[in-house]
């Protein structure tokens, strides 16, 4: 049967060989014919196949029917050992043929392939320079992502997958084509440990390393994108433990060259010592509150112990003014997921209650005189600078509620004080709306109001967007949008 | 100094007593089964050498169990994973097996036990792209709803046990044919009962009783979903009405993890009766194990038919 399956394919792949001229010639006639007749020997292969396996299945019957009649269930004697074996032989037939076709089946090719796009079309209040956003302001539609993900196995010890991504860039509308992730993860370390190598999102808070058409709402939380810098990617090493407990708690540390919103970095230097590199952990646990209710909770840290002037040398400006370098980041995190999963009918029913908080405090050097400007004169220190530490908390916080199969819908809240002076803050509040016709393809409409503080003089501003998202090819029912 | 003495040769003895007690109590077989029909087959053929844990507790959905963290801990000390397969655990159980960091049940390993070998599938899609839904992507997965496929499932849930624990493979074998037994009694009565559902129409909401129909000789007319997985269009429920009343289909199927107001709705407007069926052990009360749940399946249905 196998070797059917490959003449099948032999032949296949032979008609697109000979195909290839005739498009060259432009016969598409004949192209459209040797089409057809691909299809219609493929679509054979699969019936005689199907038919085989019901010739098999009824060969099987009657031979388990015989022997079920030959032996009485009360009498545990043994079977009739020929029609046994004979039953066992037609047993693996019949499963090998099953198998042979689940392997026609793109699912099962290696690797697993998959597409998401997603468009935001949106209407903003005020222009990109009263919003600080990268989109302009009044109506827009932005082809935010076009996404591949390609995965699969490297060999029996680790795995590794690709997100590449051609986004439209925000001024030129040029795509934009980079790597989001290359990462290569361990599946048979012992001692439940779990060691990932590459670029990828490292492990911080709770929606920090959710690709955007993932997160529940629109956009990134104000915090995520202030003191991460949108998702947390980097490039570096990452462990996690799954300590062997009767509790879930998971343990996670890594190192990278660069984490967020300081990839790639700013100022890499011609040398490197290792407190330049990022340091990241996280711990989180989960508690059953009843069979319907759960309750996920975690703390994260970043620590960057030398960030090498990350943003530049004096471009940063301190509350009152001060030009200002950043050269320590710090950040710690407090996040908890509160939800309700009814066992019965969560497809069609449930909520969750997710919150985030975060704590930056960065160290700066503050040069009043200007003085280590690079643009100065006689660029160095003067005597008049010192060092400052800048605390600032951010929050985000939301509720979702699905009350159907396809519909849901929910509030976030957002918060977040300027990782350089936290007197300097903004809120926001997004009702958002989400129709999942299925899991490929989702639809969600949101408005959100910004209202900035007095420090940042900034107007407050309104937008209503419609995001459309879709996925085509392999998809996954992944960990972390569980 | 003498007493001392004593003393220790007596809590040496208690000690090696205690340990040697220990160490012929082997410690069980740890198995995980997503589904509870599965973990009551597991149940009955190891017997005291196993500990069971249903990820499902049986008011799910075979396709949609949540996953839940705490599901990591029992994952990852399994010695055994039974699943459905065909696909059915594909939204919950690759993505908790990958989490588990347990080798023994991966995919390929024998601690992997795909429950559905050796049986054919039904509703194998044509096209394997998503506009066929995406639940049943290698044919239908409710074969346990066939008894006498569900025969297949224990033989393979033995053939696992013994493979991977062979010293005890004369008990499992002895419990898997004393369960047969009891399982092929039991199947002779849902037969004879079942004779009144003969050529009995019926729709569902999700199809989950392709093989029970198969079994049983009724006559599966459709599904309120779109698709497996898809939830129906308004065109959709309009023509399976039409349908209903042209072929005078009786019985309307709800499995109770589904909302009742589309069903009843479709009930009310073709005069059918509405029944709800549960699709595992545990699905409603008094359906604990497997035996039980077919008991209730059949009695229903009939109860159905005779109205
Ligand atoms: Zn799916
Ligand atoms: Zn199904």
Known sequence: MKALTRFGLAFALSAVAISVPAQETGEVQQLHQQLQEMKENFERVQKEQRAQIEALQKQLDALQRQQQAAVTPATSAPPATATAEQVQQLQDKVNEVVEAQKKILPGEFNPAIGVVGETIFSYHSRGADQTGSDRPGGFDAFQRSVELNVSGSVDPFAKAWVVANASADAQSGEANFGIEEAALETTSLPANLTLTAGRFFGEFGRLGYIHDHELPFVNRPLALDEYIGGESRTDGLQLNWLPPLNQFVSLTVGVGDSFGGDSPLANPGNYRVFSEANF??????????????????????????????????????????????????????????????????????????????????????????????????????????????????????????????????????????????????????????????????????????????????????????????????????????? | MKMKCLRSLVWAAVAAVTLTGWSAQAAPIRIVTTLTDLADFARNVGGDHVEVFSLATGIEDTHGVPMKPSFLPRLNRADLLLLIGFGCEHAFLPALIEASKNPRIEYGHPGYVDCSQGIDPVGVPKSTDHSQGDVHPYGNPHYLLDPVLARTAVSNICAALVQNFPQYAADFTRNRDAYLAQLDAKIAAWEQAAAVLKGVKFVSYHEHWPYFAKRFGLDYIGTIELKPGIDPTPRHIEELVNEMKAQHVPIVVREPQFPEKVPALIAKQTGATLVKLPIMPGGVPHTGTYIEMMDYLIRTMVGAVAK
Do not use: C
């Open chain 1, 280 to 482: 990241w952990g996280r711990l989180s646990t989960y508690f059953d509150l009843t069979p319907d209710w759960q309750l996920e909770a975690g703390v994260s840290g970043l620590w960057n112990p030398n960030t090498d002037d990350r943003g530049g040398v004096n471009a940063l400006t301190a509350a009152n003014g001060d030009p200002m370098t950043e050269h320590e980041r710090r950040l710690a995190g407090l996040d908890f997921k509160v939800s309700y999963v009814p066992l019965r009918n969560n497809e069609f029913r449930s909520l969750t209650w997710g919150t985030e908080l975060l704590y930056s405090d960065n160290r700066y050097l503050v040069d009043p005189d200007n003085s280590l400007n690079p643009a100065s004169p006689v660029p160095g220190l003067t005597g008049d600078e010192f060092n400052a530490g800048v605390g600032s908390l951010g929050l985000y916080s939301y509720v979702t509620y699905k009350w159907h199969r396809q519909w849901s819908g929910g509030f976030l809240f957002d918060w977040v004080q300027d990782p350089q002076n936290h007197d300097n803050q903004a809120f926001a509040y997004s009702p958002y709306l989400t129709w999942a016709l299925s899991h490929w393809n989702q639809l969600r409409l949101q408005y959100t109001h910004t209202d900035h503080s007095a420090a940042s003089g900034l107007p407050a501003d309104d937008a209503v967007y419609l995001q459309w998202a879709w996925i085509i090819g392999a998809h996954s029912h992944g960990w972390t949008q569980r």
